[in-house]
């Protein structure tokens, strides 16, 4: 054993010193000093350790890190007692220092790191993670960056078939529990460090351009009009603009003052009434008309409306349930001033057979008036208005943009809502927000689209379907705004450079923040 030492110390020496001074050095050795192979041998048994502890162990790194360690500080401390190798104590010393960091901040990274975790998520950190070798930094980036923490309250859904998108996001349950059901039955449940996904659910067609797909409703969309872009603020200043499709019409607006842009062309084509029932008839001949919602916009034509009443009588009939949302596009005000935009001839049409059967409608100030025969510039003026739209039909009254007590004057817009709805407590609310000092086009359409969507989704909680459909409204202008002067420069920005940002402000669509809130009247 003693020799074998003896011969083992001078292949450490050789290394670094000359045949002469090692036979010098080993002859100085004292007989004592080298009965420290017990040292020698227990840093090499680490050393050993540290390269056969399976990678696989769950603790690897910190074992390898540790077991390497031990070996150098027990190899240098061999050096220091062993005078005839000072080298080997300078440079495992060096090693074992080196280990000494990395184990010091592997400490520091497992233990200290993990408070900075927030403490909710440490369990799942702990059970999914840390075995898979997440560091806690690699977590905090994980959790604080694509991921969100997302709380829900006492029976709030986290998915709705047939609504919520399927697909679109994998989450964990970090704690409580959650139901799944089908039509009102209980499949299971889901407990604390289960995924949560829909894959129940039937893939729905997203289009991300249609707010209502991004919403996770399928559409049926029949185009009243096929243009090639909006044809914008012009017609409130021309009045009746309809089917003039020349670009005489810019150079008319601007000669009469008008202080907005608008498009300066515009082509297309007005689908005729016989055109819509031909598209009817087939999804009629298929058996593919059990809507649950309708929704209709702008219309330019006297027979077209007419059929389209017939149509949603129809529709009503095979489903009693389904709800009719009719936005009454006809006109705006425009510097104080109201004009139509669509035939004259069309208000009776809407207000004699078309309000009968809507549930849900979205008229501005001016056609809110135009419809029942009455003005208003105050609040409670705007009440009796509501009132009287109710009394014509629809349950649910929106007016989407109204100038009451002075509010144009303060730069201000004021949005009314009021349900009457059977069974149900009456409710009215008021919105007030700044103008943002652009003339937007298809903010209608999307007041309409976005107030259906939210209303389905919080169908008992009015106030918060309007300050969601509102909301989402005012984030989707203001980006467009923000992006839109940012294009324009020093110029105003023009109609094109107006058009909404649908895309950008997908996620605001989906779950928008409620930065307005609403006052119960
Ligand atoms: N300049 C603006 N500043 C702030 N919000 C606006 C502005 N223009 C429109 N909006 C938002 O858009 C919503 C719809 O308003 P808008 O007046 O365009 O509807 P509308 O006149 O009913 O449309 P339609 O042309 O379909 O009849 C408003 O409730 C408001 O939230
Ligand atoms: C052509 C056309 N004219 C007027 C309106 C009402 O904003 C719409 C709906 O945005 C439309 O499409």
């Known amino acids: 054993m003693t020799n074998d030492w003896t011969n083992s110390t001078s292949m450490w020496a050789s290394g670094s010193t000359t045949n002469s001074n090692l036979t010098n050095s080993t002859s100085q050795c004292s007989p004592k000093l080298q009965g420290q192979t017990g040292i020698w041998y227990g840093g090499e048994t680490c050393l050993l350790l540290a390269l056969l502890i399976p990678q696989t162990l769950r603790f690897h790194p910190q074992i390898f890190k540790t077991s390497l360690g031990a070996g150098f500080v027990l190899l240098a401390v061999w050096g220091a007692v062993n005078r005839c190798a000072m080298d080997v104590l300078v440079w495992h010393t060096t090693i074992a220092f080196v280990c000494l960091i990395q184990i010091a901040f592997f400490v520091y990274e497992q233990t ?40 829900l309250a006492q029976n709030q859904p986290y998915a709705i078939e047939e609504i919520t998108p399927a697909g679109t996001s994998l ?3 970090v704690c409580g529990r959650l139901r799944v059901s089908h039509k009102g039955e209980v499949l299971h449940t889901i407990w604390p460090g289960e995924f949560v996904d829909s894959p129940e659910f039937r893939a729905t067609r997203i289009h991300p351009r249609q707010p209502f797909q991004v919403m996770g409703f399928e559409v049926d969309t029949i185009n009243s009009v096929q243009f090639s872009n909006h044809t914008g603020n012009c017609r409130a200043v021309l009045g009746s603009a309809r089917r003039v499709p020349d670009s005489t019409i810019a150079a008319n607006t601007r000669a009469k003052g008008a202080t907005e842009p608008c498009y300066k062309h515009w082509r297309g084509h007005v689908l005729k009434s016989d055109e819509l029932c031909e598209l009817y008839e087939g999804l009629r001949l298929n058996g593919i008309t059990d809507y649950d919602y309708v929704l209709t ?35 705006d005000t425009w510097d104080g001033k109201g004009s139509m935009y669509v035939p004259e001839d069309l208000l009776p049409v809407y207000r004699d057979l078309v309000l009968p059967m809507a549930d849900v409608i979205t008229p501005n100030q001016f056609e809110a008036e135009l419809l029942t025969g009455r003005t208003f510039s105050t609040q409670s003026e705007a009440i009796e208005v509501m009132e009287c739209l109710h009394a014509r039909g629809p349950h649910t009254v929106l007016i989407t943009s109204a100038d009451v007590d002075g509010a144009r004057k303060n730069d201000r817009l004021v949005v009314f809502g009021s349900r009457n709805q059977p069974g149900r407590r009456r409710e009215r609310i008021r919105m007030e927000m700044p103008r943002i000092s652009a003339v937007f086009v298809g903010t209608g359409d999307l007041f309409a689209a976005m107030l259906l969507a939210w209303l ?66």
Do not use: W
């Open 112 to 151: 200290l790191q993990i408070f900075r975790v927030p403490a909710v998520l440490r369990p799942i950190y702990k059970t999914h993670f840390a075995p898979l070798g997440f560091t806690p930094r690699m977590f905090r980036r994980l959790v604080g960056g694509p991921s969100r923490l997302r709380n």
């Open 171 to 173: 989450s964990l349950l």
């Open 297 to 331: 916009g702008y219309t330019a034509d006297r027979s077209f409306l007419e059929r389209l009443v017939g149509i949603i009588k129809d529709l009503k009939q095979g489903n009693p349930q389904m709800v009719y949302v009719c936005d009454p596009v006809l006109g």
């Open 456 to 521: 389905h989704r919080h169908p008992h909680d009015f106030k918060l379907a309007c300050e969601k459909a509102v909301s989402a409204i005012q984030h989707v202008l203001h980006r467009t705004f923000h992006c839109a002067r940012e294009l324009a420069g020093h110029e105003k920005p023009n109609s094109a450079e107006l058009e909404l940002r649908m895309i950008q402000s997908k996620k605001d669509i989906e779950d928008p923040q409620v930065t307005l809130h609403a006052s119960s009247l």
